[in-house]
């Protein structure tokens, strides 16, 4: 019982920082908070340029590749590491 509640912990802590991470990422790139949905106001939904969008795949793929397996088959994520 104490490793399935360890282990919900580290997954909803997991979450909550990747939530709050993205919402930093965004607000620092365009200057706009969303909301706790991260929903953006209507009046500022297409005040986006080219460049903010670029910028944000480009850090989603910089975040992705340590998701990326490595040579003896474990794939490595914030939190731990799965074996496969």
Partial sequence: MHE???EAE???SC???SFLVVQVIRFSLTGILP???GIEPDEKHNLHSKGNIAALYGI???FCLPRLRNGDG???TCCQTHTS
Avoid: A, Q, Y
């Fill in 60 to 62: 989603s793929v910089f």
């Fill in 10 to 12: 580290n997954d909803i």
């Fill in 74 to 76: 474990e794939v490595t």
């Fill in 15 to 17: 979450l909550s920082i």
């Fill in 4 to 6: 399935e509640v360890s």
């Fill in 35 to 37: 909301n706790f949905e």
